[in-house]
T-cell receptor
Framework: SQKIEQNSEALNIQEGKTATLTCNYTNYSPAYLQWYRQDPGRGPVFLLL?????KEKRKERLKVTFDTTLKQSLFHITASQPADSATYLCALDINDYKLSFGAGTTVTVRA | DAGVIQSPRHEVTEMGQEVTLRCKPI?????LFWYRQTMMRGLELLIY????????DSGMPEDRFSAKMPNASFSTLKIQPSEPRDSAVYFC????????????FGPGTRLTVT
């Protein structure tokens, strides 16, 4: 069966460090993968999209990698700040409109 | 732009009552999605509209759930009759075109059925 696993439910890190989140999937062949941020009581907010033929994508302090052989995406937040504290969701495309979301990893950045 | 607008933000109702959730997508977006989020099942797609036409309703859990999109700027999700297991946060999201993959989510409606 298809499955998306995000490494851990919670990640606690010190301000200034790099947070690394993992998204592993099985029985999918996504053409692209997306990462979203969700704050408590709010809807998910789109952050980055990476296509199957791209190895790496960057946006400010965020970096995403996509390894279709390992069936894994890594999401990095460099120079983390308390404002980065949130839940981060990975999402894989099922078809041209349908996304399958992981359960999310909650990141807490300590000052 | 105001973003995706949903109402109400919170709804508390008794089992058996009808519930109607409302969504106004971002102007110019022609794809609209309704999702449900729970701790147990995460974020699940309920129904997808493109150009106001329902394309995929395979995620609608039961006949008690129905959704409409009478025009490009308004959609409703109705639950009749509601049950306690329908308690969840319901999100509406929109997308600019069929070839734009990122989705823009509303703030959600937290539904509690007692």
């Amino acid at each position: 069966s298809q499955k998306i696993e995000q490494n851990s439910e919670a990640l606690n890190i010190q301000e200034g460090k790099t947070a690394t989140l993992t998204c592993n999937y099985t029985n999918y062949s996504p053409a692209y993968l997306q990462w979203y941020r969700q704050d408590p009581g709010r809807g998910p907010v789109f952050l980055l999209l990476i296509r199957e033929n791209e190895k790496e994508k960057r946006k400010e302090r965020l970096k995403v990698t996509f390894d279709t052989t390992l069936k894994q995406s890594l999401f990095h937040i460099t120079a983390s700040q308390p404002a980065d504290s949130a839940t981060y969701l990975c999402a894989l495309d099922i078809n041209d409109y349908k996304l399958s979301f992981g359960a999310g990893t909650t990141v807490t950045v300590r000052a | 732009d105001a973003g995706v607008i949903q109402s109400p933000r919170h709804e508390v109702t008794e089992m058996g009552q009808e519930v109607t959730l409302r969504c106004k997508p971002i102007s110019g977006h022609n794809s609209l999605f309704w999702y449900r989020q729970t701790m147990m099942r995460g974020l699940e797609l309920l129904i997808y509209f493109n150009n106001n036409v329902p394309i995929d309703d395979s995620g609608m859990p039961e006949d008690r759930f129905s959704a409409k999109m009478p025009n490009a700027s308004f959609s409703t999700l109705k639950i009749q009759p509601s049950e306690p297991r329908d308690s969840a946060v319901y999100f509406c999201a929109s997308r600019p075109t069929q070839t734009s993959y990122e989705q823009y989510f509303g703030p959600g409606t937290r539904l509690t059925v007692t």
